[in-house]
Structure formats: C-alpha cells, structure tokens
C-alpha cells in the first residue's frame, strides 16, 4: 500500500507528464527518422509520421488511436488539395507561429497548416483533434476542421463539408466515393466520384430527408444525426441505420466513410482484456452498396467483378475468366485473361476461339448495347459467341448482349435465376502461317526433329519478355488425323493454358533427353530430384486439375522441356487424349514411344490415365540413373540391359548402389533414393489398376504417405 503522501506525489508526476506530451511546443519538430509521435495526454491518440507502407520510403502525416494492441487505425491525414500529402524519408513537421509546416529533406516546403492567427503552441487533444493555440488559448487551427474519411466524438461536418473514402483499407490515397454535404440544397449525400479527379456523380443514398440540414453532428455521447435549421435531429436515412446503446466509457466511436463507399459507425471496446478486440460495425448506409451505386464509373467493386454482401459488408468476386487487376486489391476490379480478338486478325472461326460459359444470379445492368427477343438461351449465347463485341449475354425475357468493361455488377434484385454467359477463351491462339514463316526466318534454325515434324527456333514479337518460342511444323498429316488434332488441340486449350501451345516457349536447355543422355554431365542428384517433382505435379495438373481429364500419352525424356531456371514443362501433346464428361477410360488406339509405353497400349483395350503413370516409372527410373531404359550391355552384364527389370532386382537384393554408381550425392540421400526407386516400381507394374494415381504418387514422393514394398512388374513372367 502506499502512503497518502506518495499518492499525492505520483499524481502530481502523471499530471506533469501528461501535459509535456500533449503540449507541443514551437519549432520542436519531428522526423520521419526518429520513431516519435505527438501523444494526447491520455496517450489514446498520436500525430506524426507513418510510413505509407513497408517498402516505399514515402510517409504522410496523421493521426491515429494509439492504444489499441495491434491496431493502429489513421483518423486523419495531411491532404495537399485533394491529395494525400506524402514526405520522403527525412522530411520534417514543426509547428512556427504561421502554422503547422511540413518540408522535406532539403528544407522544401511540402505542405503547410495556415492558422488564422499568431501560433503560441500546438496540443494533441484526448479527443483526437489536433490544435494549434494562439497567445489566449484559443484554437486558431484544428485537425477536426479538415477532416479526412472519419469523423469522432463531438467533431461535426458543416454546410460544404466533405469526407472522401481512401482507396483501399491500406492505401490513404483518395479514392472513390465522397460524404457531400450539399451547400445549395442543404442535403448530407453519399456520391461515387469520376475517380481519380473530384467530380462528384449523382448521389447514391442521402443521409438526411430535411432538405435544411445544417450540421452533421457526431456528439459526445457518441451519437450521430443531422441537425436541421430549426434544431431537430434527424437520423440518417435507412434500415440499417438503428438505434444504439452508446457508452463513450466503454469504446471508442469513429464513423468514417469506408473505401467500399459505406459511412459506418465502428465501435471499439476500450478494455483490452475481452477476448476479441477489434472494431465492430455498429450500423451503416446505405444498406447495400452493390444496390445503392448505380452510376458512372465502376461501382463498388470496379469492373468486371460483381458485388454480393457478405456480414454487413461488400464482397467482390472476378467473373470467370477473368482476374484481379491489382492481385492485392480485391475491390480494384477484374480484367479479362485474354484479348478479345476481332475481325480480320482472327484467323479460326469465334466458335473455336472462345465458348460460353454459364452462371446463375448476378447481372450487370449498366453493360447493355443489345437488347433481342425472340431468343432461345441457345440462340443468346451464340449471338454472343459470333459478336466479337460481347463480353456477356444474359437470358431472360430478352436477349441482352453486353460489352467490356462491365459495371456495377452484382446480384439480381429479384430472385428471379438470370442466366448470364460469358467469353471464355480457348486459350489457343492461332498464328498464320505467314507469321510464324517470319518469326521462323523462313523455318531456317531446327532446334529437333519429334513425332511428325521438325521444331524450329523463332521469335515473336510481343509485348512480353520472353519472345523467343519453338514452332513445330507439322508434317505426314494426313487430313483426317489433322482434324482430329485441331480438335483434340482446341480441347486441351479449353481445358488447361499452362504450356500447351502448339507454338513453345523456347527452352534454353533443351529436353530432359538432352541433360540425361547428352554430351554433357547430367545434372546432379538435387537437381533432378527437383525436376522429377515438377513434372509428376505436372502430371498430376493434367490428370486431376483440369475441368476434364486429359491423358499425355507420349511421356519420355524427349517431351519434356527444360527452361533456364532448370523447370521442367511438359510438351508435345500430339498425341494426348481428352478424357471429356465421366468418362474415365478412352478407346482410342495411342501410339506411343516404346520403351515407356504401358503394356495395355499394345493390346487395343480402353487406355486410363495410368498408361502416363506408367510412362513416368520409366521416366523416373531413367533420371534416377542417367541413362536410357533400354540400352545394349557387354556380354556378362545383360542383366542391366532392360533399366525396369535391372531396378527391381536391385531393390529385392538391396543393391540401391549399383543402380546409381558412383553418384555420391544420390547415395547421401539413401532413403529417398530407395523410396522414389519403389516409387518407380509401383508405376511400371504391367496391370493398370496396380499403379497408383499421380495424386498418390506426388504424395509418396513428397513423403507425406509410406511407400509400400513393390510385387515385380511383371507377375506373369
Ligand atoms: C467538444 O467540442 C467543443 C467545441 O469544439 C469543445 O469546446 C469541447 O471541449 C469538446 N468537448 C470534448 C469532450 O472534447
Ligand atoms: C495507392 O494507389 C495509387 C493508385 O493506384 C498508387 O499509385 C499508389 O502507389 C498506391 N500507394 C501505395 C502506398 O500503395
Ligand atoms: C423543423 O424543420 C423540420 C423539417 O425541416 C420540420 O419537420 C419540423 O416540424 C420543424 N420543427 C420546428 C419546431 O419548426
Ligand atoms: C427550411 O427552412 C425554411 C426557413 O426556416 C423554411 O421556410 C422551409 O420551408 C424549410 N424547408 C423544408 C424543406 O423544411
Ligand atoms: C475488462 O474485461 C475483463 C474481462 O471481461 C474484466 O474481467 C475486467 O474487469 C474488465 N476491466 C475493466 C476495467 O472494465
Ligand atoms: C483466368 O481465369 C481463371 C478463372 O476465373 C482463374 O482461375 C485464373 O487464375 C486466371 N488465369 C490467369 C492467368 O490469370
């Protein structure tokens, strides 16, 4: 316990301490580099400098709750204009007898408060308002006079006024939607803004239905409503706008016009102990914001994506097909993963290009340029496909076609199912034969020569970086098989876009062939071992994640393409097969490469998946033990003349040494060595449903399930 004396003591010292922090005195400045903030007595809120965001060296000046574990949510910021005013590292603000002046590292003025009068101090308010003094205490400038996106306990917004949402949660730059309280017609209104300059569209959701609104009052008990010219209070306007038990000695209060257009009132509780602090929605308008703008510019969520709420608040999601613009900013909008093609650079019907795709409940009002009817879904969704102008055709009483970009998309008011259709692209892009005769040079530099063609070096020019590519110019095809191909082609093009182009990227390292046979030593153990991973996650792609499975075929060392960085893509679909619909088994007769063709290929029974399983045991055990699975032996060592019978008989007798010679570093890694040889075993057994699934198989190999002990390969035998 302490003595009364002491209390006393320890009183006066906080008293003191207090007032030192709160009060700022002239010309003592802060800089970005001292980790320093002007602190209100209480210590709830702090002014200074925060960096903008962790790698840029750019600050603004703000003013934040400092109390909150965690949590450091920005009331205010320094606006040059309209702008966020931002200050390199090095910059400094102070207050001067003119005001509050910020300049950067070589003295330059960045921006500056002007107060109305001499400044004799500054003070960090409890509040969260930021005061400069004159000579008789009175504030001649305050932070609550300029308020940004959020408004506090007893800050009010007058006739003019304005709050201006942020861009996104992390981003302070202005962003798209203005809180506008309407001088001429004394009305407090929500509006989307032509984003990036000011102007404001019409107005979204009024806040008051006065029309002789005179103060928007957020008052200390934490309350906020529209004050009219008479004195009434009015409410904001809107179901989702109740009424509330306020305690101002249990949270904090902030309303701010949300970045998504939404003027929320939050709560904090101010005890920290309760299990889940953090700012919780109190009430809001509008209701629903994916309802409510309904105007220029691309909404809440921006284009292309459609908004849904979700817990009181707006979710956006990218149509198929399509994906974030800024992959970090879920509300920035979609765009489409192709380009739209037209006209005469098109060189394959639409039809082949592009197909529908269906969805259920959302629209995008604002996107039509046709409206048709009499019109089957069918016959919609044709009419979209022909028109290269139409990005989406939606179903319904009429035909309605619409064009890029699309707007304020969201979820139809009615509960009535739309059926709405968009573009999707094949992912297959057609080239003339002109054009790639002069990316070739005139088909002159053969990188190789694979099934049915030679493969030619070329370079195309795009707008990305790695334009050189491989053409494959196909020859012995006779009309039929070349239908089939296209066909077949287009399909896969449907199905997956990795790495699935007629015409290649150009891979500097050539074929796994060519590092596991070739001249040069073969690439070491690790490397190999991360070569193996990739293409069997590669197989596992085609087997199980695409829309419809799709069999390869043709693996071999040859097929596989190496690329600068040792990445391994699979090529060559020539001869793949599409798994369309159920089917699980195709009947096609496939003609492969011996050595890693799968038993079942030969006798004209329906093929699975596991013939490419098998084909990668082969694989497998050849990029264990760099060399080829079939090759001749001197006399007395024929017994390794045959790669796939050789490796099991070495697993039985624990012979893992011979296998890989002196290849020390797959030896220093006996245990997988001898799990992938297993590996590999189980994926060259003669009958099909013996041999796991790709999925098994990446997971052996990545250790997550054992690997049991193989039967032999060949049971019959
Ligand atoms: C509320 O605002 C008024 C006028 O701006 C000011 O005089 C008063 O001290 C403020 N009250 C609190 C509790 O901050
Ligand atoms: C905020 O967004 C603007 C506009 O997209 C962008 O130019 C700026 O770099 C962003 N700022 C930060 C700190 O990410
Ligand atoms: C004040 O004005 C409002 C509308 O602006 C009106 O409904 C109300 O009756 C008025 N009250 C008084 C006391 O004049
Ligand atoms: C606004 O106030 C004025 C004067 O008090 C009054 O004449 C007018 O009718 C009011 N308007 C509305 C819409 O209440
Ligand atoms: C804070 O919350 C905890 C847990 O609910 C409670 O035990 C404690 O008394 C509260 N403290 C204050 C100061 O209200
Ligand atoms: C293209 O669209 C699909 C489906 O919306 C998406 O999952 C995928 O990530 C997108 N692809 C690219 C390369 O952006």
């Known amino acids: 316990m302490l003595s009364g004396t002491n209390r006393i003591i320890l009183y006066i010292i906080q008293v003191l301490t207090s007032r030192v922090f709160a009060k700022v005195e002239l010309n003592k400045p802060l800089t970005t580099d001292d980790n320093n903030a002007w602190r209100s007595a209480s210590g709830e809120f702090a002014f200074g400098f925060r960096q903008l965001n962790n790698d840029t060296k750019l600050f603004m000046v703000a003013i934040w709750y400092n109390m909150m574990p965690g949590d450091q949510t920005v009331v205010w910021s320094a606006k040059r204009g309209y702008k966020l005013a931002t200050a390199p590292t090095g910059s400094r603000i102070q207050i001067t007898s003119e005001g509050l002046v910020l300049t950067g590292p070589k003295g330059d003025s960045i921006w ?19 005061v400069l003094l004159n000579g008789n205490s009175e504030h001649v400038w305050q932070s609550f006079d300029y308020p940004t996106d959020t408004l506090l306990p007893n800050q009010s917004l007058q006739l003019g006024g304005v709050l201006t949402s942020r861009l996104t949660d992390t981003n302070f730059t202005t962003g798209r939607f203005q809180l506008y309280f309407h001088k001429g017609d004394s009305h407090v209104l929500l509006c989307p803004l032509g984003w990036p300059s000011q102007l404001r569209y019409e107005s979204y959701h009024t806040i008051d239905d006065s029309g002789n609104a005179s103060q928007l009052v957020f008052d ?3 309350d906020i409503y529209v004050e ?7 409410q ?5 706008w ?3 038990n306020l305690d101002l000695d249990r949270n904090y209060y902030r309303a701010t016009l949300d970045f998504t257009g939404v003027f929320t009132q939050y709560a904090y509780p101010r005890n920290s102990t309760i299990a889940q602090p953090g700012w919780k929605i109190i009430r809001y308008v509008p209701g629903n914001i994916c309802e409510a703008v309904n105007q220029y510019g691309s909404g809440c969520c921006g284009y292309n994506s459609y908004c849904s709420m979700e817990n009181q608040r707006p979710t956006c999601t990218c149509l198929y097909g399509y994906s974030l613009v800024d992959p970090s900013n879920p509300f920035g909008g979609c765009q489409l993963n192709f380009t739209l093609t037209c006209g005469a650079d098109v060189q394959a019907p639409p039809d082949e290009l592009y197909e529908m795709h269906e969805f259920k409940n959302f629209n995008f009002p604002l996107a039509d340029y046709e409206k048709i009817q009499p019109y089957t879904r069918q016959e919609c969704q044709q009419a979209c496909l022909q028109d290269c102008m139409c990005a989406l055709a939606i179903s319904g009483d009429f035909c309605w076609k619409k064009r890029l970009p699309l707007v304020n998309g969201r979820e139809p008011k009615l509960k009535k199912v739309v059926q709405a259709s968009s573009l999707l692209e094949t992912n297959l892009h057609s080239f003339s034969y002109e054009a790639l005769k002069e990316a070739t040079w005139g088909f002159s530099e053969e990188l190789g020569r694979g099934s049915c063609g030679i493969v030619y070096k070329g370079k195309l020019e795009a707008a990305t970086s790695c334009n050189l590519i491989a053409v494959k110019r196909l020859d012995r095809l006779t009309q039929e098989r070349e239908k089939e191909f296209r066909t077949e082609l287009s399909a896969i093009g449907k199905t997956c876009h990795k790495n699935l182009l007629l015409v290649y990227e150009f891979m500097s390292n050539g074929t796994l062939a060519d590092i596991l046979f070739g001249q040069s030593k073969a690439p070491i153990w690790n490397t190999r071992v991360r070569l193996a991973l990739g293409i069997a996650r590669g197989l596992l792609y085609l087997h199980e994640e695409c829309d419809s499975a799709i069999i390869h075929c043709d693996i071999k060392p040859q097929n596989i393409l190496i690329d600068e960085h040792f990445n391994a893509k699979i090529s060559d679909f020539g001869l793949a097969k599409l798994l369309l619909f159920d089917q699980s088994r195709t009947n096609t007769m496939i003609r492969g490469t ?3 063709v799968a038993p079942e290929s030969f006798k004209n029974v329906a093929v699975t998946v596991k013939v490419d399983v098998y084909s990668f045991g082969v694989m497998l055990l050849e990029m264990i033990c760099c060399r080829r699975s079939v090759m001749t032996m001197e006399a007395g060592e024929e017994e390794k003349a045959i790669l796939t019978d050789w490796a099991y008989d070495c697993c039985v007798e624990g012979k893992l040494h011979d296998l890989v010679e002196n290849d020390k570093e797959a030896l ?3 245990g997988r060595l001898e799990k992938w040889i297993k590996i590999a075993i189980w994926c060259i057994q003669e009958h099909p449903e013996m041999r796991p699934t790709m999925g098994k198989v990446n997971q052996m190999m990545e250790g997550l399930v054992e690997v049991p002990n193989p039967p032999s390969p060949n049971p019959d035998v």
């Open 236 to 240: 904001p306007q809107g179901s989702t």
């Open 594 to 596: 011996r050595g890693y």
């Open 112 to 130: 500056i408060a002007n107060s109305k009068d001499i400044v004799s101090e500054g003070a960090m308010l409890d509040s969260g308002n930021f």
């Open 242 to 244: 109740g009424n509330s």
């Open 228 to 234: 009219t010219t008479n004195g009434t209070r009015i």
């Open 668 to 670: 220093s890694d006996i």
């Open 220 to 222: 200390k008990s934490g």
